[in-house]
């Protein structure tokens, strides 16, 4: 059952997101957040269903399926080494996280889109063009700039978020309480 | 999960059928040199949303794409991707018009699915709004609180931490009561279940399916070769 809660919670913090109108996605907050709890194969899980059903909306997302993946992996090796302890240690956590999930949705983005996503990126992407990068490297220039606060904050929400647990609660997801060295 | 209309015209195909056609047709888009590979398909999928009354939507949708690729790239590489991307949009958009949720969870279970892994999507697709609204109630009352949304990044990445923190774990505390209606309702891993009105799915239809899988095997061979 945490499976699509998680995927709707990912799906609709863009609510909260454009309340305090940020340039944020924080579309993999349930991935992270289910991975913390549940392990690997929730949060894998999680991803996939995020991407599927963000593709109703957008069919875009699909392929990007793949970072889903790889943000779940990333999240389920820092919820291990205990990086969700602090602020201290999830936003450079964060920040790792943007680097890979700009190198994993860079080839996507430009070999099937050509680097037009979205109208942000597309917009960071021409500006790297401007700048004198050639096309692939306008396209990193514009999926970094995308997601390296992205997932910083994302890393920050969920350390707040299994810090802010129910006792109760926590004690249902073990992994939780190792992700943040209380057990 | 609401009781789907009676399914008219190419959608009366089985769900399985017309994911496949929503499948193969963007994989052939790619597949297929461009331009004229891009054009056909593109021209297909338009012609499948405009039967679903979806035009406007893969239009919409598809638009946004052809401007950026302009910005970004030359015409003869907007058109070979922009066609592309028209056809993978134009084809979601007619599967989704096209199929209701109700009636893919039935089809998955009557495949021998899980009912829980069936139940996962449509669970998703049910709780968005949901949370949705509540985000929007939250925001309501931290506003009544003195939370401010404006201001330098930080204080608007406070005011986020003040939405998203009690939304998420309101979202968390329901994860028990789903569960337990779910048990309850025996949706637990292993169970079978017997769908009530399960989608034909006719010798025709399944060979419909493995020749879509099989032309893009044969275009993929073919353009490698």
């Avoid at chain 1, 990912?10 to 944020?24: F, G, K, N, T």
């Avoid at chain 2, 066609?83 to 134009?90: G, L």
Wanted: a positive charge.
């Amino acid at each position: 059952m945490l499976i699509p809660v998680a995927a709707a919670i990912s799906l609709a913090l863009s609510a909260a997101v454009d309340a305090v109108a940020l340039p944020l996605f924080l579309d993999t907050t349930g991935t992270i957040l289910a991975t913390a709890l549940g392990g690997p194969v929730v949060g894998i899980s999680t991803g996939v269903v995020t991407s599927a059903v963000n593709s109703l909306r957008n069919p875009t997302f699909w392929p990007f399926v793949a970072v889903q993946v790889i943000v779940a992996l990333y999240a389920w090796m820092a919820a291990r080494a205990g990086l969700f302890r602090s602020f201290k240690t999830a936003v450079p956590a964060g920040f790792g996280l943007g680097v890979i999930a700009a190198i994993t949705s860079t080839p996507i983005s430009y070999l099937v889109f050509g680097c037009t996503t979205t109208g942000g990126i597309a917009l960071t992407t021409a500006l790297g063009k401007a700048l004198g990068l050639p096309p692939l490297g306008a396209c990193f220039f514009g999926s970094f700039l995308a997601d390296f606060g992205d997932k910083a904050v994302t890393f920050a929400l969920v350390t707040s978020v299994l810090h802010g647990l129910p006792r109760r609660t926590a004690a249902r997801f073990p992994w939780a309480l190792r992700a943040i060295r209380a057990a | 999960m609401g009781a789907a209309r009676h399914p008219r015209g190419l959608t009366r195909l089985h769900p399985f059928t017309l994911l496949s056609i929503a499948g193969a047709l963007p994989a052939l888009a790619w597949i297929v040199p461009s331009p004229s590979g891009g054009l056909s398909t593109a021209a297909v999928a338009l012609g499948l949303a405009i039967s679903a009354r979806a035009f406007r939507t893969a239009i919409f949708t598809a638009a946004p794409f052809w401007l950026f690729l302009l910005l970004l790239h030359d015409v003869p590489t907007t058109i070979a991707i922009g066609f592309r991307i028209t056809t993978m949009v134009a084809s979601f958009v007619w599967v989704v018009a096209a199929l209701p949720p109700p009636r893919l969870v039935e089809a998955m279970v009557a495949a021998g699915w899980s009912a829980s892994a069936a139940y996962v999507f449509a669970a998703t697709l049910s709780a968005v709004p949901v949370l949705r609204a509540r985000a929007g109630r939250i925001a309501d009352a931290q506003r009544c609180r003195g939370l401010s949304p404006r201001g330098g990044p930080v204080q608007r990445l406070r005011a986020l931490r003040a939405l998203a923190v009690p939304l998420i774990l309101s979202a968390l505390h329901e994860v028990d009561e789903r569960a337990l209606a779910l048990e309850t309702r025996r949706l637990v891993p292993g169970a079978r279940r017997t769908p009530l009105s399960p989608p034909s799915d006719h010798a025709v239809e399944r060979v419909m399916r493995w020749a879509l899988a099989a032309a893009c095997v044969a275009a993929l061979a073919w353009r490698l070769r």
